[in-house]
């Protein structure tokens, strides 16, 4: 069985996003910066749920989200 954690999908609103990297300091190795600035998932996300959830609620401009299924595991 998969596990859960690595499941979780974060998604971008790239037009909030204005690249302050918060998500980048709180789950690195699911986050990075385009050339843009802007923020993007990894293809491979590796960072813990709880991380991951942390860098979502430090958007500072609520940019990105977890969908209902993660937010409150």
């Known amino acids: 069985m998969a596990d859960p954690q690595?499941?979780?999908t974060v998604?971008?609103?790239r037009e909030l996003c204005l690249g302050a990297g918060m998500c980048v300091v709180y789950a690195p190795r699911t986050f990075t910066h385009d050339a843009e600035?802007?923020?993007?998932v990894l293809e491979s996300?590796?960072?813990p749920l709880p991380?991951?959830?942390n860098a979502v609620?430090?958007?500072p401009m609520g940019a990105l989200s977890?969908?209902?299924g993660h937010e409150g595991e």
């Open 51 to 53: 991380e991951i959830r």
């Open 11 to 13: 998604v971008v609103d």
């Open 66 to 68: 977890l969908p209902s």
């Open 45 to 47: 996300p590796n960072d």
């Open 57 to 59: 609620d430090a958007c």
């Open 37 to 40: 600035s802007k923020a993007v």
């Open 6 to 8: 690595q499941e979780a």
